[in-house]
């Protein structure tokens, strides 16, 4: 752990692009009392989980918002971002790595979809602590706040440390913050979107879906995030990388594989 908590090394990025409100946030806010670099996509990336970019090449172009905001815009994936500044941009070693702000939550089944959350876990692939955190609703107000909380936990985080391979998912009310009503840590839950599809017709009369979906439902367990969310708490939810089912593991193991040659050809 870090001795000295207002000195961090801090690897910054996103799904929404390197000129997203909620990423210039959490700069301004880090900026002054740690050290920050920012590899981020050029455009924005959301809902493309985990991907990464195998066919084309990547380039990472330097650009600059204002006189404290620089950083490398890449055209690629937010964990093609992690990949290539671990690899190949940063010269040290981050302490840890935050990604968002992002606006629009991240829970439940959400999770497997969000790129904001996949950075977070390619970091914890790589033996990083990571942070992945967004803001309720799309029509985020102030990122301040939640930047301000992210550095508090991304502090402790270096204090207290994580378990190898083991990342945090944030998600943080849309209301003021002395609206809040405390901090859960949480477990995913399992709810997801009612999915729907909209079938129209070009000029040419051939179909095509404008994909949707309806309000997310989650169970009344106030320690699932997305209640806690509804809840006006933030939540905190560790996620790990490892995505063995162990009592599946057992139960499988506990099938006659000696006896029968299941799955084998004759």
Not at 10 to 16: A, S
Not at 17 to 38: D, F, K, N, W
Not at 141 to 170: K, W
Not at 175 to 180: E, G
């Amino acid at each position: 752990s870090k001795e000295n908590k207002a000195d961090m090394n801090i690897l910054l990025t996103n799904d929404d692009g390197i000129y997203a409100p909620g990423l210039q946030a959490l700069h301004q806010c880090l900026r002054s009392r740690h050290e920050v670099t920012v590899v981020a996509p050029d455009q924005e990336r959301s809902a493309v989980g985990h991907g990464i970019t195998l066919h084309h090449p990547l380039r990472a172009s330097k650009v600059a918002l204002n006189a404290h905001f620089q950083g490398y815009a890449v055209n690629g994936t937010p964990a093609d971002c992690i990949k290539l500044g671990m690899v190949a941009l940063l010269p040290t070693r981050p302490d840890l790595v935050l990604s968002g702000i992002n606006p629009g939550a991240n829970v439940g089944t959400n999770i497997h979809y969000s790129g904001t959350v996949a950075a977070a876990k390619e970091a914890a692939l790589l033996g990083l602590p990571a942070i992945a955190v967004s803001v309720q609703g799309r029509a985020v107000v102030n990122f301040d706040d939640a930047a301000a909380f992210a550095e508090s936990l991304a502090e402790r985080v270096l204090q207290q440390g994580l378990p190898q391979g083991t990342f945090l998912n944030v998600n943080i009310p849309n209301v003021p913050f002395r609206d809040i009503s405390g901090t859960v840590i949480s477990r995913q839950g399992t709810g997801r979107f009612d999915d729907r599809f909209e079938k129209r017709r070009d000029p040419r009369n051939r179909s095509y879906y404008w994909p949707g979906a309806d309000s997310q439902v989650f169970d009344d367990d106030p320690e699932v995030d997305g209640a806690a969310l509804q809840g006006n708490r933030i939540s905190i939810t560790p996620i790990k990388c490892d995505m063995t089912d162990y009592d599946a593991l057992e139960r499988l193991r506990r099938w006659r594989w000696d006896s029968a040659r299941v799955g084998l050809p004759e």
